[in-house]
Every structure is written in structure tokens, then in C-alpha cells.
């Protein structure tokens, strides 16, 4: 209902704003309609309840209560920066590592509890929405945000923008042509930019269009502002707050050195402007280390059967393998997401690939031929008897088990898992099981399970998203993803904020394997196992190779013929890593130059 | 009294509210044992032990440690929303006659058009008459949000704020009625809408959300400066971008020859245009105040009044309101100005009779009748001087049909 601030008997005060009246108040008065009157105490509990929520300014923050995570003082001075100072639009830069997205969830979550904010976008680059999602959920309760990948987002095309009020895009997806016309008409209580520094160029498609999207709050979120020259951050913070550095022209007049664009002039000035739109704390500020990381590769020889069962996979993959082109227009069982799975059950164990190929041979769409091909490789992984990663494995659990340091062996799959457990079971090892599938209250228990006596969790990549487990500092990775950031999040379990011993981490590599190239160009060619926790992302974005870094691993196996070919294309791909880390290392030393300490809220 | 007290005290009377039973065995910790039905309502065991204090916590492990946020306090908050709506009191210490009403009547109220009669067979009687105390959550939602609790105490005959008697700091209220049973107060405006009826009530309700408003006129009115003066800014900041954007295109326009490159800059021009009104929305949507009001619960409070029955009248008309007497705050209740509303100290007797306050009246500038504004058609003005003239004096030209005052008859058609 509406009450009108004017009426035509009551001369009413004030103007300019309407006073409604809200639908819960429906049982108040309908109490008093039917004369059902409570006891006193009844009538002051009521009225206490009420008195015990009541929102304040923000001055007393209520998101810290309501989130599943604790935000370090920095974060919390940072979201309040964001909430008084900024009014919901900032950018915030904080060096890798510090967590911007707790900021930036903070922040969300805050408006959110309030009232203020219902419809949100987040847009990040395509590889990051998963992860978004999972810390929405996990960090900060927000489990219904909706990603641009899911089905029931893709069934209903553009339309699903205005359907759904919590969504995580990739900038790649939102600005296509026929999802930008819809999501222009929608107006956004707050919009989420991660990775901002892709808005670096006004001329861009991605630029223009987040410029014009309606939105009340915004923030975004960066590292490495300024990449190139001031020009860039002159265009993000047009976005947030157009005129807050003056037109371009004047910009430059005032703050840009002529003839070198790198270099602002003015610097008080400049400061004092982009104080109002922008945080950048620093790990040196805010007093925070992460503990050193050290990565060790057990490489070992898969036994012959692995192997000729391996090859034999491979060449089936390489074989039917469609190109990029071909995958849109094919149909039935045999698609590129398929294969790509089965080159990883195969890189994981036997056991893990033997189900996949047992379900293809029993496909009728499939030629007989193929069907025949693949119940052979099925009876091949069931014929496997001895695993060299597995022996390694127990090898390295007998050398940790008279240290007694704890450990989590991660593995991608089920099938994996389950052969893990039965054979760490029978060497006798204490170990505690951690999988997709378990209820709340058993994940907990298996978690309090592991912190107090089990020495091992053998877990899927489930485990402890969002939980504290610094009180263990090894991890093994048993089988190795293709994509570096699904890495980095395992070891994000264990190398966080407030672990302080060194965390040591073991890949079983076994030799001629994808798993093995990937190993060999993140670990020696980019030294990732010793970045800091956000870096890996800053270098793949510094890429310039838009595919998924999966796909252009997969690519260079189908297409390669030889191992040879397989090492000049993955040589190639380091190359281009070794190239993009020095871009971010260069950014990182302009950013720090131009920035240094001013923007911090210590 | 601290945190932990006030949160003990509403989870413990919460408890005695359910039906629990409650011991305690130390201090700032309480055995509670709930009906089964609340405990699995609540999603807890029947028999829980509660700490308030961390302390009392640490020494009880095996206790609840119960703080703002706690799932069984959100549990117990969830519960109360729906408890609690609505309250009954009585007023019933006072004294329900007053010899000489109608002599207080003359002194306290003033009838400059008219003269206050008793009224043959009238006597002074008591009735009931009725009050809702309405409690508020309320919002007051700009690019933030902050909220209290705000209550107003709502005449439901005349839907008037009683500030008067909210002013009084102890409410003699009681739980019983312990008097003579009497008759109701008729509904003293909005006659059509039946005392205790969904309509009167939920019109009662939308006059309290006003009146909750003009409550907090001074915590609006320093919102309202604080975003006005952001909003000022943020405008200003954009008007000055999009001015001198445009200036800039225009230049460069001005320059060029070439058709294409005009085309495009051209195209810039309008999409700055456009791009300039959305940022401008932007900011007035951000900070645009509006005030959510959420009832919490309210309180109906019955009350005798003494009332009495007289004559106003002047030489045209004549009225026989009912006039009340309140024991409470020991005083004569102004009766409502038939036009507005709103209490009328100062009563005017309209020609129609009609009662009124000086806000809602006009005088005859010819006989000096007054008339109030329900019977404005009964009042035009002179076509010469402008000045309002009643049925009563108007005098009609007989060559152009206009309506002029005696002063001015025949001046209406002159050149």
C-alpha cells in the first residue's frame, strides 16, 4: 500500500519523498481487526525483537556477523571505506593476495542485509565465475547467485538477465551483442566488476558496455589499475564516477606529463581525487605474510600396462577429437567435452576413465567400429592390476607417517577416491574421507574428524571450500588439473592468510602425460607453486590467448603427432606464461611506483 | 543495564511466554525446559542450558552460549513476529461526572459567530471512547538505510494524533475494565466508517503512518540535507563532465570538414546527451528518500469521557454538537472542524451550519455571514473589487449577468 505524502484534508509535512507502508504490517492490524489481544509480555517481546534488529548507519557494520568467514581489520575498514567514504562506488586495489573479493563480498553482503540492494551482476572473466559463485556461497551465505553457464540461465537466453536477481557473468558473454541489448534495460542495485583492469580501454566493447549499464553501487576490483599508461585509469574511474578526474583532456592537462604518459604530475592533487574512489592496501601495510610455498614433483614411470592403455586412450581422443568449428555442429555422444574428460579420467588412474568408456562402448548412436574400440580400452582399465602412481603414493604416506604431519591427497575423481581409500585403509594410515556427496554435518564431522586425531584427508575438490585448514601444511596432488586457477584453489585450502609454516605441496607426475607437460611449464617455466595466492590469475589474464587454458592444452595434444609436437606446443605455451607473468611483474612495479602507500586504510 | 542483561531478560521472558519452565543456577546461566512443540519449532532440545556472558560460557562448556546472531536467538526472533500483534488496556481511574460541564464548555472554547445554548433535556453522561497506540518499525532508506522504533497514540473517533495525553508521562492503564458498562462514543469524523470496523481501522492506521512522519520531520529534514547535498555533488560533478564533453565534441566539430568524421562526432554528441541523462538518474535514484513503515504492533485503550450535548447558534443557523469532557488531562476536547478535521478551539458556526475553524471559513464582505469551505458554492465574488459576496448579497447586472456588491452595481459593464 501507498500512502501519498499529501492528502486533501491533512495539510502533510515534508516533501519530496514517499512513505509506504509495508505488507507485514498486514498482521499488526489484522490482530487489532479481530480484538486478538496478547499478554503484555507477548506485546513487549514484540516490540523488543524488533529493537534487537534495528539497522543503524553503517557505522556498526552487520555483515561480519552474517558471513562464514573473519575478515582480517584491513578488509572491514575497507568495506566501510566503500559503504561512507565511496557510497557504494570504489575500486578497490588491493595487492594479490589480500582478498579483494572478501572486500568487495563485504561490501554486497552488507547492502544486501539492509535492504538496499536485490538485483546484482557480477561480472568476472569466464574462468573466475565458478569461483565466484562457490565464495558467494561459502564465505557469505549468498547461495542463489546464478552463473551465465548454468542451464537453466542459457535455456532462457537474454531473458534470463531481468528473471534472475543474482547473477555471475563473464564480460565475455554479457557484452554480446544480444545479452547487452537486454541487460542495458535493466537497472542494477549493484554491479560487480572483477579483473577491472580489462575495462583499461574506453574504445572497447567491454568498456563501453559496462559504462552504460544502469547501477546504483559498483565496485571493481583490480590489482594492477594501470597497466600501460594513466589514460587507463583515468577510464576505469570515468566509469565509476564520470568527471571525478575532470574530461580527458583536462586529465592530461593536469596530471599527465607531456610526451610520457606513464607519468602523472600534480600528484597531490591527483591523490587527493582518486582518495574518494579508490582503496589499495598493501600486504607490507597491512602487516600481512603468507608463508613461503615449495613444491616438490615425484616424477615416476606409468607401469607398461598404464602406459599402453594411456596411449591407446590418447590416440582414440586425438583421433575423434572435432575441432573448435566441428563442435558446434556435432551431435551424439562423442562431443569435445567427452573426450576432454576422458584424457583427464586417464591422466587420474584406470579406474577412474574405466566407467566412461564402458558407458560410450554401450551407446547405439556410436559406429560399431568405435564401440568396439572402446569396450577394449574398458576391458584394458579393468585389466590394470598395478598403479605406479598409487605405489608412489603410499611410498611417500609411510615416509610422512612416522612425522605424523598431517596432509590432504586431493584427486579429481570418484573412482579415483574410492581405489585411494581402499588401499590407504589396507596400509593402515588414519585417514578421513571427504567428498561432494556428504551432508553438512558429516562434511563438519569429517572435517573436526581430521583437525583432531585422522592424519590424512583424502578428498575430491570439495573439501573445505571456505573452511579453515591452516593446522595442516602438506597437500598431494595425486592427479593435477589442466586448469592452473582449479590448482591454485586446492592449494588455497591450506596456503591462506594465518597459516604459518611453510606449505609444502607434492604433484605425482607421471612422465608423458598432459598432467606432466601442464607440471612442467607452471612449475619451471612460471614458477607457480611459489606465486603468491591471485598472481596465477593475473597472468592468465595477461595471456593473449582468450581460450580457456584447459582448451588450448587440449588443442595442443589433439593436434600434435609426435611427442616432440606435444613439447614444441607446450614449450610454446610457456613461453607465452613466462611472457604474461613478466607484463604482470612490470604492471606490478609501475602500480607500486605510481600508488606505493597512499591508498591504504591503515 | 548491558547487553548480555537485556538479551537474558527477552530470551528468559520469551521462555515464561512459550510455557518453558526456567531455573537458575548461577549467575548469567538458566536451565530452560521447553514445551516439545517450541523446541522443535525452535530446533533445539527440550532441556537446553543458556549462557549469556562469555564467562558464565567458559565455566559452563556444556551451555549454549547464546549472542546476537545465535541460530536458536534467530529461531526465537523468527517466533515473536508472529506473537505479541496486539494489546488491550483500560482506563478506568477517573472520575465520571463534572457538575458545571457546560459552563467550562463556554470558558474554554471561544464562538466568535455564535452563542453556546443549553440544550432542553441534555444531561452530562459518560461514554467510551477509544484509543490505538500504533508502534513502528521505521526506515528511512536513502544510499543508506538507518531504522528505529517510532509510536503514536491515535484518537480512532477522530483520527487525531493524542499528543496531549502521549505527553503524560504515566498512563494510569490496566488490564481490566472495573467500570460501569456505558455506551460508545460516536465516530466524530469519517461518521460512515463504523468504530472498531476493517475500514476505520486500517484508515486510522495510514493517519498514524503521518503522523509517525511528521514525527520525525527533524531526522528527515537532516537526511534530507546530507543526501541533498551529495546529490548536489554527484550533479554537479557530472553536469560539469558532460558539459565540457560536449563543449569539446562541439570544437572539434566546428573544426572538421570532413563529412564522415562530422557524422561520427556527431553521433558522440547525442550518445553524450543520452549518457548524461542516465548518470543523472543514477544519482537521483541513489539518493531519492523514502520511508518504509512496518507496524510492529499496537495497543487499544478504551477511556471514559464525559459528555454533553449543546446548542450553537447565531441568527442564521444553528448546531448541536456533542462536546466532550476528558477526565484524564481535565479538560474541554475542542470539537472537529467539519471541513478539516482538525481540532477547532476557535468555532465558527457556518450559514449552513456547518462548524469550522478560521482556516476553513470565509466571511461575506457585504452581510458578514460566514460560510465554510463545504458551501463555497454559495459564496462568488465581485466582478469589480473581487471580494467574496454570498448568495444573500450578490446582486445580478441586468446587461451583462455578472454579480457585483451593492458598491459597485452596474460598474461591471463599464469600459
Known sequence: MKVTNKT???????????????????????????????????????????????????????????VAVIPFPYQLKTARTALRRFRG???????????????????????????????????????LTQQWREEMASKFLLTDFVTNEDPEFRELGPEAWSTFDHIIASLATARREEHRRAIEKIHFDMVIVDEAHHLKNRATVSWKFVNTLQKKYMLMLTATPVQNDLDELYNLITILQPGQLKTRREFKRRFVVRGDPRLPKNRGELRNLLADVMVRNTRSQVSIRLARRRAHTIRLQLTPPERELYDAVST???????????????????????????????????????????????????????????????????????????????????ANKASGEKAIIFTHYLATLDHLEAVMRAAGHDLVVYKGELTYAQKNQAIARFEREAQFLLSTEAA?????????????????PWNPMRIEQRVGRIHRIGQEREVEIFNLSAE??????????????????????????MILGNLADERD?????????????????????????????VKARQTYLETQVYDEALFGQDFGVE | MSVADSLQNFVLAYCEEVGGLIERPAFGLADVLLPDEVAHRLGTEPLVRLAFTEETAAAHPEATHLTYGHPLLDEIEEDM??????????????????????????????FPNAWLQPLEGAVEAPQICYYVRFNFKVALVTDEKQEELASVLMNLHTGQPAWELEAQEILPLESEYRLRPMHEAPPAWQPELPLHSPERLTWLQEEAGRTVAFKLVPTIQALQQRTARRLELDRARLEAFYDDTAADLERRLARTEDEARQASL??????????????????????????????????????????????????????????????????????????????????????????????????????????????????????????????????????????????????????
Open chain 2, 81 to 110: 513476529r508472529g506473537r505479541g500483534l496486539a494489546l488491550r488496556r483500560y482506563v478506568n481511574q477517573v472520575r465520571l461526572e463534572r457538575p458545571g460541564l457546560f459552563q467550562l464548555i463556554k470558558d474554554e472554547l471561544a
Open chain 1, 512 to 537: 608423458g602425460t598432459i598432467e606432466d607437460y601442464v607440471l612442467h611449464i607452471l612449475d619451471s617455466k612460471i614458477n607457480m607453486f611459489e606465486l603468491v595466492i591471485g598472481e596465477m590469475d
Open chain 1, 8 to 66: 486533501q484534508t491533512r495539510p502533510f509535512p515534508g516533501n519530496g519523498y514517499d512513505i509506504v507502508l509495508s505488507p507485514a504490517s498486514q498482521a499488526a492490524l489484522q490482530a487489532l481487526i479481530r480484538q486478538d489481544f496478547a499478554s503484555e509480555r507477548a506485546y513487549w517481546l514484540r516490540l523488543q525483537t524488533e529493537r534487537l534488529s534495528l539497522i543503524q548507519g553503517f557505522e556498526e557494520l552487520l555483515a561480519p556477523e552474517a
Open chain 1, 549 to 577: 587454458f584447459e582448451e588450448i592444452v587440449l588443442d595442443i595434444w589433439a593436434r600434435a603427432r609426435s611427442d616432440e609436437e606435444v613439447s614444441a606446443g607446450m614449450e610454446e605455451l610457456g613461453e607465452a606464461l
Open chain 1, 464 to 480: 573445505g571450500e571456505g573452511r579453515n585448514l591452516q593446522f595442516c601444511r602438506q597437500m598431494i596432488n595425486y592427479d593435477l
Open chain 1, 89 to 127: 562506488r570504489g575500486l578497490l586495489c588491493d595487492e594479490v593476495g589480500l582478498g579483494k573479493t572478501i572486500e568487495a563480498g563485504l561490501v554486497l553482503k552488507e547492502y544486501m542485509l539492509r535492504g538496499l540492494v536485490h538485483k546484482v551482476l557480477i561480472i568476472t572473466p569466464p574462468a
Open chain 1, 316 to 398: 582414440f581422443v586425438r583421433e575423434v577429437l572435432p575441432t573448435t568449428e566441428e563442435t558446434r555442429r556435432r551431435t551424439g555422444p562423442l562431443t569435445r567435452f567427452t573426450l576432454q574428460t576422458l584424457q583427464r579420467e586417464i591422466g587420474s588412474s584406470p579406474l577412474a576413465v574405466r566407467p566412461t568408456l564402458e558407458k560410450l562402448a554401450a551407446h547405439q548412436r556410436l559406429p560399431a567400429e568405435q564401440q568396439a574400440t572402446l569396450l577394449r580400452l574398458a576391458e584394458q582399465a579393468a585389466n590394470v592390476e598395478r598403479q605406479a602412481k598409487t605405489e608412489a603414493l603410499l611410498k611417500l604416506l609411510a
Open chain 2, 266 to 415: 556527431k553521433e558522440k554528441l547525442a550518445f553524450a546527451r543520452l549518457e548524461r541523462e542516465r548518470k543523472l538518474a543514477d544519482v537521483e535514484a541513489k539518493y531519492r528518500l523514502r520511508i518504509h513503515l512496518e507496524l510492529i504492533n499496537t495497543v487499544l485503550i478504551s477511556q471514559p469521557k464525559i459528555a454533553l450535548q449543546a446548542r450553537v447558534e447565531n441568527r442564521y443557523a444553528s448546531a448541536q454538537p456533542t462536546f466532550f469532557w476528558d477526565p484524564l488531562l481535565h479538560r474541554v476536547e475542542p470539537p472537529l472542524c467539519q471541513v478539516c478535521g482538525r481540532p477547532a478551539p476557535w468555532v465558527y458556526l457556518c450559514a449552513n451550519g456547518h462548524l469550522a475553524d478560521e482556516d476553513c471559513i470565509l466571511h461575506c464582505a457585504f452581510c458578514k455571514r460566514v460560510f465554510c469551505a463545504l458551501c463555497k458554492d454559495d459564496v462568488g465574488a465581485c466582478a469589480v473589487c473581487g471580494k467574496p459576496l454570498c448568495v444573500h448579497s450578490q446582486i445580478r447586472c441586468p446587461v451583462c449577468g455578472r454579480v457585483t456588491c451593492q458598491e459597485h452595481i452596474g460598474a461591471c459593464h463599464r469600459e
